[in-house]
Each structure stands twice: as C-alpha cells, then as structure tokens.
C-alpha cells in the first residue's frame, strides 16, 4: 500500500534553516508528481512545492527563493530544503502524491510539525 512519512521538523529559530524528508513507499515513486502542503494553528491547507516527475519545480509565492523543493528517485524520498525561516512558516508539512490530471493529491503521510520560534 503507499505510504508517506515525513521527517526532519522541529523548533528552530527565525532566520533558521531545516531540511523536511518524505520516504514514499508502495508505488512507484519517479513516475509521479509529488508536493509539500502544509497547515498553520488554527488555518487550512496551504500548497507549498510541487515537483513533476521529471524535476520541474513550482513553488507557492510564501516559499519561492527560500524553500528548495528536490527529489531523489533512486531513494524514493522527497525533500524540502527550508531556509530563512520565518514563524509564520511554523505549520504541521505534509509530503502527499500528486496526480498529473486531474491534479489531485491523493495519497497524504502524517505530517512532519515546524516551529519557528524565538
């Protein structure tokens, strides 16, 4: 069955950087589309990256220049490389698998919890 599990959060400090993790499982990996999507206190889903199956790259205006979406197929892992963090970044990041059309995200891990915090 596909799975997704994130790791790599934790408190850091404004201006920080953390690198997320997301090991997939269950599917073949390389062939599809995958993204970040995360949800701060109180708020709903908010898109964050995605990356195509061949490497191309789209990022939400909060992220662009400071967030690095990347992909290593041969791992099967998903990583989103988090740098000058700010603490409205803090949320609970979910790796998910994303169709190609319709662009859906079908498959969500547990989530991975960032905190930026003095």
């Known amino acids: 069955q596909v799975q997704l599990v994130e790791s790599g959060g934790g408190l850091v400090q404004p201006g920080g950087s953390l690198r997320l993790s997301c090991a997939a499982s269950?599917?073949?990996?390389?062939?599809?589309?995958m993204s970040w999507v995360r949800q701060a206190p109180g708020k709903g889903l908010e898109w964050v990256s995605d990356i195509s199956s061949n490497g191309s790259t789209y990022y939400a205006d909060s992220g662009k220049g400071r967030f690095t979406i990347s992909r290593d197929n041969a791992k099967n892992t998903l990583y989103l490389q988090m740098n000058s963090l700010k603490p409205e970044d803090t949320a609970l990041y979910y790796c998910a698998r994303r169709l190609y059309f319709p662009p859906t995200r079908d498959y969500w891990g547990q989530g991975t919890q960032v905190t930026v915090s003095s």
């Open positions: 269950g599917f073949t990996f390389s062939l599809y589309y």
